[in-house]
């Protein structure tokens, strides 16, 4: 994959670099970030074809070019689904940043994956922000993550009917994470397709009548 430059309103989205990310790793001093920046690096390493699934996005301010956070998918799609992660400066916060952002990496997964029919995310039960955030971008709930509520935010109509002629055929009841939310894509296609069955049925009684 070529190095993306994602450009919206306000601000530019790029993947980081291994020697970006590596001095990222060293630079900041709280554990926690530490360990996440530590474990993107792994990632970028053991899958380097996919390294875009894996190490940090910058986000900085189109006009001036100053860093206002990052954010990150947590591998590439499995099962149809990936998981990103974003956080935004805190002098930075409450500018609109944080939704813009999530916005456009979800719709660059989305075109940049055949495989991908949802993106989640989690959130902080007491992060109101953050949750907001998600539903601004249509994101939904989807159960519950290993860190907090999940939410999800899944490809359009057109994308679902994709999704259920790839997975025509297979034992549904035996996939372990069948959700809501693909039950409701599956449900979604069969609305859609009584929908052109009637226009079909409509055609033929005004052409053969």
């Known amino acids: 994959m070529k190095n993306p430059e994602i450009k919206t309103k306000k601000l530019i989205i790029r993947p980081l670099s291994y020697e970006e990310l590596e001095e990222l790793c060293k630079s900041v001093t709280d554990a926690e970030e530490k360990k996440a920046y530590g474990e993107m690096l792994e990632g970028c390493r053991s899958h380097h074809v996919n390294r875009l699934w894996y190490t940090?996005?910058?986000?900085s301010l189109r006009d001036t070019g100053e860093r206002v956070g990052d954010m990150c998918f947590k591998g590439t799609p499995e099962n149809n689904e990936t998981e990103i992660g974003?956080?935004?400066?805190?002098?930075h916060r409450n500018k609109g940043y944080a939704s813009e952002a999530v916005k456009a990496l979800t719709e660059?997964?989305?075109?940049?994956?055949?495989?991908?029919?949802?993106?989640t995310a989690q959130a902080d039960p007491e992060n109101t922000a953050s949750i907001r955030v998600l539903q601004k971008n249509g994101f939904v709930p989807a159960g519950r993550g290993?860190?907090?509520?999940l939410f999800a935010s899944r490809r359009p109509t057109v994308s679902c009917l994709y999704f259920c002629a790839s997975a025509w055929g297979s034992d549904f009841a035996s996939e372990a994470r069948l959700t809501t939310l693909r039950l409701e894509c599956v449900l979604e296609c069969v609305s859609v397709w009584r929908s052109v069955r009637r226009l079909i049925q409509v055609t033929e009684k005004s052409v053969f009548r």
């Open 56 to 59: 940090a996005w910058e986000i």
């Open 108 to 119: 660059w997964a989305f075109s940049n994956s055949g495989e991908l029919y949802f993106v």
């Open 86 to 91: 974003y956080g935004i400066d805190e002098q």
């Open 146 to 149: 290993d860190a907090g509520p």
